[in-house]
Every structure is written in structure tokens, then in C-alpha cells.
């Protein structure tokens, strides 16, 4: 398989899900004018939105969007379990999926981290959304995943909750319950693999965008 991908944005989480399934694929870094590194093609050739992740599987078949993505690896490998084990469970697990694309991933962080984005904006997305993190330090009291066990929405919300570092609004102190659970998940080897060197450069992102607006992580 093929996975297209690029440092920072949200196909780390599919990234994570390889790696904890013991799992690989060939891993093609797209950079910002959307072409492949390892070989200079146009990523755009393969998915003409130009976002990632982006999946070629085994039989070539392109998948695109990143819940629908890990949903597929949970699948391809089931003895992994980072899938669902009953009906309820899947919905559950659609219903995270879903939660963290919308609600954090593109409901409060994409905003936040738009360079192009006005103050006043940020500002109203920050009064809006934050609730978002209220109802997970709800959840997550006394649990240590988000399902009764690791999943791809797991994967997929540590992932997001890496861009914090990078968007000074937001202070996980403030959320002692999601701050644990991001401590615990980002110390598992398939995050540290996943995330070699993305953390050195988030937190020099964080550093530069202090009075000079919100730098953005590509996704």
C-alpha cells in the first residue's frame, strides 16, 4: 500500500494506525507545492483535492479522507483490534470519528491555524469550540481511551491534539483529564515512530507564531 502523507497534518494518525497494527506501507511525503519527495511526481495526479492522507491499496484502489482511511486499516487488520467488535461498538466509533474531524479537527483547529485568518475570527472560533474540549474532559474522566480500548479514533485524536503546541490559545492545563490521556497516547511507540522530529517542530511553530498569528500545519 501506498499511504501519501505529509509531517505534521492529520495523516499522522493513519501513520499510527500502520504502526500499531505492526503494519507498514510505503510512505510518500507530499510537500506544500503538492508534489511526492521521494520521486518529485505530481501529487495532484492522484488526488486532484491535494489533501492527505491519501491510500493506494494493494489492489489500487485511492481512498481518500482520513476517518474513512483508518476505518479501512482497522478492517484490513482486524487481529490488531483497532477496530469495533460489535454493532454498537462501530457506531461508537464512527461517532468519534466523526467528532474529532469536525467538532476539533476542522471545527477549532484548521481556523486557528489559518495564517490568513482574522483576529476577530480566531477569536469567535476559540468562544464557539472550546466547549468541544469541555465535553471530552467529561469523557474521558476515569477512561483511558476512547472506546475500552485502543482504536483508530484514538490514533486519529492524538493526532489533533498534537497541533495544541502550535496554537497558544489553547492550554491543555486547563483540561487536566485530556492532558493525561494525550501524555499517555503520545508515549506509545507507534506515536513516538509516527512523530519523529514533529514535536521539535510544532513547538518551534508555537514559539514563532507568538505575536505574529497562528503558523499552519498543512492537512
Given at each position: ?90 457506531s461508537g466509533l464512527h461517532q468519534w470519528l466523526c467528532f474529532i ?119
Amino acid at each position: 500500500m501506498d499511504l501519501y502523507f505529509s509531517p505534521l497534518a492529520c495523516s499522522m494518525a493513519t501513520r499510527v494506525a500502520f504502526y500499531e497494527a505492526g503494519q507498514s506501507a510505503n510512505y510518500l511525503e507530499v510537500d506544500k507545492a503538492k508534489q511526492v519527495r521521494n520521486d518529485g511526481s505530481d501529487f495532484l495526479k492522484v488526488n486532484p483535492l491535494g489533501l492527505v492522507p491519501t491510500l493506494r491499496t494493494d489492489d489500487g484502489a485511492v481512498l481518500t479522507e482520513n476517518a474513512a482511511i483508518l476505518q479501512y486499516i482497522a478492517d484490513r487488520f482486524p487481529q490488531a483490534g483497532l477496530g469495533a467488535s460489535s454493532e454498537t461498538e462501530r457506531s461508537g466509533l464512527h461517532q468519534w470519528l466523526c467528532f474529532i474531524g469536525t467538532e476539533l479537527h476542522k471545527g477549532l483547529f484548521v481556523p486557528l491555524l489559518d495564517r490568513k485568518a482574522p483576529p476577530e475570527m480566531k477569536a469567535y472560533v476559540l468562544e464557539k469550540n472550546l466547549s468541544r474540549l469541555d465535553y471530552l474532559e467529561n469523557y474521558l474522566q476515569g477512561r483511558e481511551f476512547l472506546l475500552d480500548h485502543f482504536s483508530v479514533a484514538d490514533a486519529y485524536l492524538v493526532t489533533v491534539i498534537n497541533w495544541t503546541m502550535a496554537t497558544p490559545p489553547i492550554e491543555l492545563a486547563k483540561w487536566p483529564n485530556v492532558k493525561a490521556y494525550y501524555e499517555r497516547l503520545r508515549a506509545r511507540p507507534s506515536n513516538c515512530e509516527s512523530n519523529r522530529g514533529g514535536v521539535r517542530t510544532l513547538q518551534g511553530r508555537n514559539r514563532a507564531a507568538q505575536g505574529s498569528g497562528v503558523s499552519v500545519i498543512s492537512s
